[in-house]
């Protein structure tokens, strides 16, 4: 029984000792400790969000870069694609002017042939009938030898040459 | 039999029913916690309070062992 | 290192084991012609003393005196607890301010007017003695100032080292404090009251965890002579009463409700559970004393009645096994030194919590 009852004098120690710890560890240490405590935590936090923010704005600069970085590969790309354009034009219509040239040039010369042709035709007409002038003198000398030999051939050959 | 005998008695008494108590609280929680060990934290501390709670009925017992010795 | 804190402890805890010899070998000397009582040495060590007795050597006991302090009708008395030469069976009488002072069984009489000698009745109380009362400075309330003083030394310092620290990094003894201070922050305060409600609990719960602690660790170190201080009924009494009133005093509607118009249960349940929950106000502080008091005394108590087997059985064989069996019991009793200390905390948080929860139907 003895043991269960509470003495007067210690719960009165206890009290005093008891407030005495409360009031002065409330103000001079747990109130430091847990405002630092505190303090500090909501300073990770803040700096945790920081990196956050840094990371994302980071990600969106990244994202930025590759986009201009695709555009510019996008841009050259097209302009490969216009100068290969603009060869494949070029050599088409270098072709194609040659091509037309070379026709004229073709043209020409297959009209300048002709026309020797012709030239040359024509001389050798004139030599041939040169030539058959003077056959025909020599063989029509002996012939015709009388006038009348003569006048009768004139006739023949006038008849003929009139279809001429 | 003298009446702190019979209070002696009363105590062991006491403590079996506690110790059965904190037994099922015991293995219930470790049972628990090998299955969840992700609430570890959480089903010790509440099987101590548990624990506490049951270990009060049995210190009443001692007490009142107290009382008569 | 794991192996090494196991090591240490291993030695501590033989050594708090060997001191404990101590004082079970005081008593057995003092009573040198009369049988060995084990009971009575056990509750000699349990309750508290004028005088804080360390040791004995050659045959004299070497203690600390401390002051008896008492209040009567003719005002304080303040004297040496030493002029009771070590007695408490009321054999020795103190004349102080006119009265005549009388240590029984650690507990100071006054005689009453014209006796010289105390005489008792058949339960051994005196009979023609009073007890004044008595605000004596005992080896409890001593311990007690001295766990204040150490606590104030750690905790004030640690708090400078924040206050000196630019960026509140702890630093020496702070980084041992922090983290028992975070625990009963995290695992306490927070979960038990709430987010926004922790704060206005977080002094007093911390300084009654650790107040408790330090005492329960206090009271296994042997040369102090074990000063039982939390397992003293009037320190958990105080302690408990303390709890109570903050709760009671904190108490919103919905607490009250709780208690006096149980909500959500029919009007005949209401009418049968609000005694049963009034009693459980009173019951929960009570638990509350019982709890911290029964578990200590009862780890001191089985401590010496280990070492008592030796003088009972009058043999030194049986030492090995008492010396085994209170190192594997001290070794429990450090764990129990913390989780007493965690659980009274964390049920005053459970009750605080209670008391201010907001109604939620």
């Known amino acids: 029984m003895d043991l269960i009852t509470p003495e007067f004098g210690l719960v009165f120690w206890t009290l005093i000792m008891f407030m005495i710890l409360l009031f002065i560890l409330r103000k001079f240490a747990w109130k430091p400790i847990l405002g630092a405590v505190s303090e500090r935590e909501e300073g990770i936090k803040k700096a945790l969000t920081a990196a956050d923010e840094a990371r994302r704005e980071m990600e969106n600069l990244q994202a930025d870069n590759e986009r201009i970085l695709n555009e510019a590969r996008a841009e050259r790309e097209s302009m490969l694609k216009d100068a290969r354009d603009m060869k494949a034009k070029m050599i088409a219509d270098a072709k194609e002017e040659a091509q037309v040239q070379a026709n004229k040039m073709i043209e020409q010369a297959q009209a300048a042939i002709e026309s020797e042709k012709k030239a040359a035709m024509t001389e050798l007409k004139n030599h041939v009938a040169g030539l058959s002038m003077e056959i025909a003198e020599k063989i029509v000398g002996a012939e015709l030898s009388t006038d009348k030999k003569q006048l009768e051939l004139v006739d023949e050959m006038l008849k003929e040459t009139t279809l001429n | 039999m003298t009446i702190t005998g019979i209070a002696a008695i009363g105590a062991g008494l006491a403590a079996i029913g506690a110790g059965m108590g904190i037994g099922r609280i015991g293995g219930s929680a470790m049972e628990a916690m090998a299955r969840q060990p992700e609430m570890h934290g959480k089903i010790q501390s509440s099987a101590l309070i548990l624990a506490a709670f049951v270990e009060a009925v049995a210190l009443f017992g001692v007490v009142v062992a107290f009382l008569q010795g | ?361």
């Open chain 3, 1 to 361: 290192m794991r192996i090494n804190t196991f090591r240490n402890l291993l030695l501590i805890t033989t050594f708090l084991v060997i001191g404990n010899f101590g004082f079970a070998s005081s008593d057995k000397e003092s009573g040198d012609d009369a049988e060995f009582d084990p009971k009575e040495m056990i509750l000699h060590h349990v309750k508290d003393a004028y005088g804080m007795h360390l040791f004995d050597w050659d045959g004299h006991p070497i203690s600390i005196p401390l002051p008896v302090i008492t209040y009567t009708d003719n005002g304080f008395t303040v004297f040496s607890s030493s002029e009771f030469h070590h007695d408490y069976s009321g054999e020795v009488i103190v004349e102080k301010n006119g009265q005549k002072f009388a240590n029984v069984h650690e507990k100071v009489y006054v005689l009453n007017e014209g006796e010289t000698e105390v005489t008792y009745d058949a339960e051994h109380h005196p009979t023609n003695a009073k007890r004044p009362i008595d605000i004596s400075i005992t080896r409890n309330v001593f311990m007690m100032m001295v766990s204040v003083v150490v606590l104030l030394l750690i905790f004030l310092s640690a708090s400078r080292r924040y206050k000196n620290s630019k960026d509140n990094v702890p630093s020496g003894i702070a980084s041992f404090v922090e983290p028992l201070v975070l625990f009963v922050r995290d695992e306490i305060g927070r979960p038990m009251i709430g987010e926004e409600k922790y704060k206005k609990y977080m002094p007093y719960l911390l300084t009654i965890f650790f107040f408790i602690w330090i005492n329960n660790i206090f009271g296994l170190i042997p040369i102090l002579n074990g000063a039982n201080l939390s397992g003293n009924i009037a320190f958990t009494f105080t302690l408990a009463v303390l709890t109570f009133i903050i709760t009671n005093v904190s108490g919103n509607k919905n607490y009250w409700k709780h208690i006096f118009w149980m909500p959500g249960v029919p009007v005949p349940m209401k009418i049968f559970l609000m005694p049963i929950e009034i009693i459980g106000v009173f019951v929960k502080p009570i638990s509350l004393m019982i709890r911290l008091f029964a578990n200590i005394t009862a780890g001191h108590v089985i401590i010496l009645a280990l070492m008592s087997l030796i003088f009972v059985f009058k043999t030194i064989a049986i030492a090995p096994v008492s010396v085994g069996f209170a190192l594997f019991i001290t070794v429990i009793e450090i764990i129990v030194t913390a989780i007493q200390a965690y659980i009274f905390t964390i049920l005053s948080a459970l009750y605080f919590g209670m008391a201010t929860e907001e109604a939620h139907h």
